[in-house]
C-alpha cells in the first residue's frame, strides 16, 4: 500500500538556524498539508498546498514558514529561525483532490524536530 | 471550530466494551474522522463519515456512529484487544474546507 514518507525522522537543530523538512506524498495525490503536535498538545493544521500554491494556511504558518514541491515527489516545510517553541512532531499529509467530493488524508510517520 | 474527546485517558480490560466520545462544533456539512496512533506508528484512518449511513464501519472492529442533533462522532467496538492500544483522535474536516480539525485525543491502555 502506498504510503507518506518523510525525512528525517528527528532533527535537532539550534534557535535561529533554519530547518527544511521533507515529504514524499502517496504518487498520484494532488493535495498536501502540513500539520504539527506539539508534546501533550493536539495535532494542528499549518498549510496546505494545491497546484503549486497554498491553498490555505492557520495563523501559525507565518512568514518563518514556507512550503515548496521542489520537483515532482518531494513537498518540504521550511522554518527560516527556528524558535524553541517549534519544537514539534511536524506531519506531512496528501490527499487526492476530488472536485466537490469529500477525501481523506493519509498522514506520514512524523519528523520530530527539537529546538535547542 | 473545536472538536472534543471526552476522555484523556482510557484503562480497559481485554473484551470490555469500549466507547469513546466525540463532539464537534460546526452547524454545517461535516466529514468526520477517527485516526488511530500505535506506539511508535504514525496516524492511520480507522474511519470515516462523509454521507450516508451515519453508522460507519472501519477497521478491526471498530464502528462509530453519526449524530447529527447531537454533533457528535462517537467510536465504538463492542470487545477490546491489547493490541488496541493507542491513541484515538476524533477530526473533523467542514464541508470543502482543506484542514483537518483534530481533538487532543485519547489514549487509550488495555490490560492483557
Known amino acids: 500500500e502506498p504510503e507518506v514518507t518523510q525525512t528525517p525522522s528527528h532533527q535537532v537543530t539550534q534557535m535561529g538556524q533554519e530547518v527544511i523538512l521533507r515529504c514524499v506524498p502517496i504518487?498520484?495525490?494532488?493535495?498536501f498539508y502540513w500539520y504539527r503536535q506539539i508534546l501533550g498538545q493536539k495535532v494542528e493544521f499549518l498549510v496546505s498546498?494545491?497546484?503549486?500554491?497554498?491553498?490555505?494556511k492557520s495563523e501559525i504558518f507565518d512568514d518563518q514558514f514556507s512550503v515548496e514541491r521542489p520537483d515532482g515527489s518531494n513537498f518540504t516545510l521550511k522554518i527560516r529561525s527556528t524558535k524553541l517553541e517549534d519544537s514539534a512532531m511536524y506531519f506531512c499529509?496528501?490527499?487526492?483532490?476530488?472536485?466537490?467530493?469529500?477525501?481523506?488524508?493519509?498522514f506520514g510517520p512524523g519528523t520530530r524536530l527539537t529546538v535547542t | 471550530q473545536s472538536v472534543s474527546q471526552h476522555n484523556h485517558h482510557v484503562i480497559l480490560s481485554e473484551a470490555a466494551s469500549l466507547e469513546l466520545g466525540c463532539n464537534y462544533s460546526?452547524?454545517?456539512?461535516?466529514?468526520l474522522f477517527w485516526y488511530v496512533q500505535y506506539p511508535g506508528q504514525h496516524l492511520q484512518l480507522l474511519l470515516k463519515?462523509?454521507?450516508?449511513?451515519?453508522l460507519v464501519k472501519g477497521i478491526k472492529g471498530f464502528e462509530a456512529e453519526f449524530i447529527k442533533s447531537k454533533f457528535s462522532f462517537n467510536l465504538r467496538k463492542p470487545s477490546v484487544q491489547w493490541s488496541d492500544t493507542a491513541e484515538y483522535f476524533c477530526?473533523?474536516?467542514?464541508?470543502?474546507?482543506?484542514?483537518?480539525?483534530f481533538g487532543k485525543g485519547t489514549r487509550l491502555h488495555i490490560l492483557p
Open positions: 504518487s498520484n495525490h494532488l493535495y
Open positions: 498546498f494545491y497546484n503549486n500554491e497554498i491553498s490555505e
Open positions: 463519515y462523509f454521507s450516508g449511513d451515519p
Open positions: 499529509a496528501s490527499s487526492e483532490a476530488l472536485p466537490g467530493q469529500a477525501y481523506e488524508q493519509y
Open positions: 477530526a473533523v474536516n467542514e464541508g470543502r474546507d482543506d484542514k483537518i480539525i
Open positions: 460546526y452547524g454545517g456539512t461535516v466529514n
